[in-house]
């Protein structure tokens, strides 16, 4: 049997006396999509931050490749191959997207990161990789445009690029499609396909229709803890998710 990615064990975060998660398990098998859903205060949020290290653990473990990440640092999970894009579109947005992605590349390598104002930025070192990704993402024709200009649905998957410059092999996409028209997010739904080519996706997102169509795994969560997993079809007839989670929302029945 082929062992996860990521094996994450009892995972506890409290905040004072609040306890956003209650020991949740969650183990993401590589070249995969492994969706987590449910409610608003579900605890989803919470989950990516203690497993991409944007918070600190209170209790359990987490494991990617076989090794303890549980205390390590965010930056240090990133040089690993962890990568991750948040809800909230978080670009430099004066710099043009050549150069967002640059930074990005550069930020996996801790000394030349502490200087990525100066002359360096100008020499482009990481050209491939750039031309690579803005092809992934169809955003060749915007690589001179300064992030601010640019449409939201080209600055949110301007922001998924600059995770995939990191060369992660694990992904967590928070809400990518979030605010997005069905153009746009047609053609973010395509590249999330497309990534799990060559690595993993763990991927918080409303929109149901996409998650059914592009899912290996669903984990639905309720008041911070697992209430189940499964394939698509195992999630969607589930009685305990249609009484949790809307279940026309899943189903598409009353």
Known sequence: ????ILDARNVV????????????????MRNTIHSVIGPNGAGKTTLFHTLT??????????????KEVGGMADHERVQLGMARSFQVTSLFPTLTVRENLRVAAQGIQPRKALHFWSKSLLHDAHAELIESILARLELTHC???VSSQLSHGQQRRLEVGMALAAKPQIIFLDEPTSGMGIDDIDAMKAIIQGLR?????????????????????????????????GTPEQVKSDDRVRQAYLGNMITGGG
Request: net charge negative.
């Open 143 to 145: 690589i001179d445009r």
């Open 13 to 28: 975060k409290r905040y004072g006396r609040f306890q956003a998660l209650s020991g949740v398990d969650l183990r993401v």
């Open 53 to 66: 290290g944007t918070v600190p653990l209170t209790a359990g473990s987490i494991s990617f490749n076989g």
């Open 197 to 229: 080519a060559d690595l993993t996706v763990v991927l918080i997102e409303h929109n149901m229709g996409i998650v059914m169509d592009i899912s290996d795994t669903i984990t639905v969560m309720q008041l911070g803890r697992v209430l189940v997993e």
């Open 1 to 4: 049997m082929s062992q996860p």
